[in-house]
C-alpha cells in the first residue's frame, strides 16, 4: 500500500455514496441555496406584497404572505436553506413579525459576499466585517428609535396597522388596530419597577367563519365553541361555581382485555347496574362539589348528561386542552383529574352566557384579566390568514409596549442606518471595510424591495430616499401608496426597535455561519434533485449544485 501511495494513488476513506463539494464550490453551492430560500419570499415584503398559495402533501390548501409559514410550509430538502430557515423562526420567536425582511437581508449579505469572494476575499475577513456592521447597526437604530409612552394609543395602532398592512387583515385593519390596542391594554401589568410587562398567555384568538372581519369582536374572558351535552340542560349560568375537569365521566374500562361469559339474563343486567352505579357515582361527586358548570376535557357517557341535567348542571364534553387551560386562568379554578378528592376549592367562580346565534359560551370571572379576541371571516382560508396577520400585530404592539422603542417604517431605518454605516467603514483597517460597505449596502434592499413590489423604479426611490437622508431627513421613507419620499413615522408607518434589531442580528448571525464553511460532506447525496445524481461525481460541484438549483427551483 505504501508504494502505491507512493506513486500518486489517493487513498479512498470516504464511502461509494457520500458526495463532497470542497472549497469555492461550497461557497457557492450555499450561497445559491440561502439566496433561493430568500427570493422565494422577497416577493411578499411590503404593504403591496404579493401572496402565495402552498399546496402540501396531503392536498390541504394555505393562503399567505407571512414569511415564517410560507418557508415552514414549502417542502425544503436543503441543509443550506433548512440554516436560512430557521433565521424566519428565529425572528417569529423572539420579535413575532419581520421575517420577511430578516430572511431577504440574509440572502442580500450572502450575495455581496459573494461579490467580495470574487475579489479574492478572504471568507473570515468578510465574516469579521460584518460581525462590525452589525453591532454597529444596532447600536444606530437604538440611537434612531424614538422613545413611545405604553398609553399612546393613536401609535400603539399605527405599529398594528403597519404590520397588517398587506395581510389579509389589511382591509378592516382600522377596526381590528383597534380591537389589538384595547387586547393588549387588558393583558398587561405593571411590575415593581413600574415597566409594563404584557403577558399574551391571558389573551386567547377563537375563530370563526361565515361573517365578515369587520364583525370580529374582543370579548372580556373565555370563549367555548361548543353546546350543552344535553337539550334539558341550563344553556347559561350567572355567579355560577365552575368545574373543570380533564378526566372522562364514562364506565372505567378495564386495563388488560377481559372475556367474560354469560350463562343467564341476569348476570348481563348485574354488569349493566353496575356501569350505571359507577356513573350514578360520578354525577355525585359533582354534585357533592357544588358545581354548576363542568367543563370536561374528555368524554361524558350519554347515561351521565341525563343525571347532570336531572341535578340542573350545565356539562360541556370534549373542550380542548388549551381552553380548559385558559379557564383555568379566567376562573381562578384548578384543574381536576380525580373527582374523587375534588371538593368545593377546587371550583372556579364566574359567569357562563350563551350566543344561541354564534353558539358560543362566554365565560368570565372574577378579578380576571383575561380576554379573548374572537376573530371572524368569511371562510377557512380568509380567517386562517387574518389570524396570522392579527397574531403578527398583537407580537409587535406587546413587543412596543414592553420595549418602549419605535423607528420609522417604509425603508427609512434601513436606509438611515446604511448612511451611518458608510461613515463608519471609512474608520475600519483592511479589507473589512469592504465587508462593512456591503453590508450598509445589502440594509438597502428593503426600500428597493418595497419600491419593486409596489410597481414603481427601485433604483430611482432608492436615489431619492438616499438624497433625503443626506439632507438630515432620518424619517424620510416611502409611502407606498402616493408613491412619495415622506416622513413615514409621521404618517403612521411605525414599527418595533426590537424588531429591526433582532432582524439585524438573525440575518447576519446566519450568513457568517454559512460563509464560514469551506467543505460540506454529505452521507448521501447533497441536491434536493434526486435525478439529477449522474451529472457531476461524488465529489464534484457540478452534481451537486445542478441538483441544488434544480431541486431550489422547483421548490419556488
Not at 443550506?80 to 428565529?90: F, K, N, Y
Not at 438624497?467 to 412619495?484: I, K, M
Request: aromatic share 2%; charged share 30%; proline share 2%.
Amino acid at each position: 500500500m505504501s508504494q502505491r501511495m507512493q506513486q500518486g494513488q489517493p487513498m479512498i476513506v470516504m464511502s461509494e455514496d457520500s458526495q463532497r463539494v470542497k472549497d469555492r464550490d461550497a461557497q457557492d453551492y450555499n450561497i445559491a441555496a440561502a439566496r433561493a430560500v430568500a427570493e422565494s419570499v422577497r416577493s411578499t415584503l411590503g404593504p403591496k406584497g404579493m401572496d402565495k398559495m402552498l399546496v402540501d402533501s396531503m392536498g390541504d390548501v394555505t393562503i399567505t404572505n407571512d414569511g415564517v409559514t410560507i418557508l415552514q410550509e414549502m417542502d425544503i430538502d436543503n441543509p443550506t436553506a433548512e440554516m436560512i430557515i430557521e433565521v424566519a423562526e428565529t425572528q417569529e420567536d423572539e420579535a413575532g413579525d419581520g421575517t420577511t425582511t430578516a430572511v431577504a437581508i440574509a440572502g442580500e449579505l450572502l450575495k455581496n459576499a459573494e461579490d467580495l469572494l470574487e475579489q479574492d476575499i478572504h471568507p473570515t475577513a468578510i465574516i469579521k466585517g460584518f460581525h462590525l456592521a452589525s453591532e454597529q447597526a444596532r447600536e444606530e437604530v437604538d440611537d434612531i428609535a424614538e422613545d413611545v409612552d405604553a398609553s399612546d394609543e393613536e401609535l400603539l395602532r399605527s405599529v398594528a396597522e403597519t404590520s397588517m398592512t398587506g395581510k389579509g387583515a389589511e382591509l378592516n385593519k382600522e377596526h381590528l388596530s383597534q380591537l389589538i390596542v384595547d387586547a393588549v391594554r387588558q393583558v398587561t401589568v405593571e411590575n415593581g419597577d413600574g415597566e409594563s410587562v404584557v403577558d399574551l398567555e391571558f389573551l386567547k384568538i377563537e375563530t370563526q367563519t361565515g361573517r365578515s372581519a369587520g364583525d370580529s369582536d374582543l370579548l372580556e374572558g373565555a370563549v367555548i365553541d361548543k353546546d350543552p351535552v344535553h337539550d334539558n340542560m341550563p344553556s347559561e349560568a350567572t355567579d355560577a361555581d365552575v368545574l373543570l375537569l380533564d378526566s372522562a365521566v364514562e364506565v372505567e374500562e378495564t386495563d388488560v382485555d377481559t372475556e367474560v361469559n354469560v350463562t343467564d339474563p341476569s348476570q348481563l343486567q348485574q354488569f349493566l347496574d353496575r356501569e350505571e352505579d359507577q356513573l350514578k357515582e360520578k354525577v355525585q361527586q359533582i354534585v357533592d362539589t357544588g358545581a354548576d358548570v363542568v367543563f370536561c376535557q374528555k368524554g361524558i357517557d350519554d347515561l351521565a348528561q341525563h343525571y347532570l341535567a336531572k341535578e340542573g348542571i350545565l356539562a360541556v364534553r370534549r373542550a380542548k386542552k388549551s381552553d380548559i387551560e385558559f379557564l383555568k386562568e379566567v376562573l381562578n379554578a384548578n384543574v381536576v383529574s380525580d373527582l374523587s378528592s375534588a371538593g368545593a376549592d377546587d371550583l372556579g367562580h364566574g359567569d357562563v352566557t350563551r350566543d344561541d346565534a354564534d353558539e358560543l359560551f362566554y365565560v368570565t370571572g372574577d378579578d380576571s384579566h383575561g380576554a379573548t379576541l374572537l376573530l371572524r371571516g368569511s371562510t377557512d382560508h380568509v380567517v386562517d390568514e387574518l389570524e396570522r396577520g392579527v397574531n403578527d400585530a398583537l407580537d409587535v404592539v406587546a413587543q412596543t409596549v414592553s420595549d418602549g422603542r419605535v423607528v420609522a417604517g417604509g425603508g427609512a431605518i434601513e436606509v438611515e442606518v446604511a448612511r451611518r454605516l458608510r461613515d463608519f467603514a471609512d474608520g475600519v483597517s483592511g479589507r473589512e471595510q469592504l465587508a462593512v460597505e456591503a453590508y450598509a449596502d445589502s440594509l438597502e434592499l428593503v426600500p428597493r424591495v418595497l419600491a419593486g413590489n409596489a410597481g414603481l423604479d427601485s433604483i430611482d426611490t432608492l436615489v431619492d430616499l438616499r438624497a433625503a437622508h443626506e439632507d438630515g431627513q432620518q424619517r424620510a421613507g416611502l409611502n407606498v401608496f402616493s408613491s412619495e419620499v415622506e416622513d413615514t413615522l409621521d404618517a403612521g408607518v411605525v414599527e418595533p426597535a426590537h424588531a429591526k434589531e433582532q432582524a439585524l442580528s438573525s440575518a447576519t448571525e446566519a450568513a457568517n455561519l454559512v460563509l464560514k464553511i469551506d467543505d460540506i460532506i454529505s452521507a448521501g447525496e447533497l441536491s434536493t434533485d434526486k435525478g439529477d445524481d449522474e451529472q457531476g461525481g461524488p465529489g464534484g460541484a457540478p452534481g451537486g449544485m445542478g441538483g441544488m438549483g434544480g431541486g431550489m427551483g422547483g421548490m419556488m
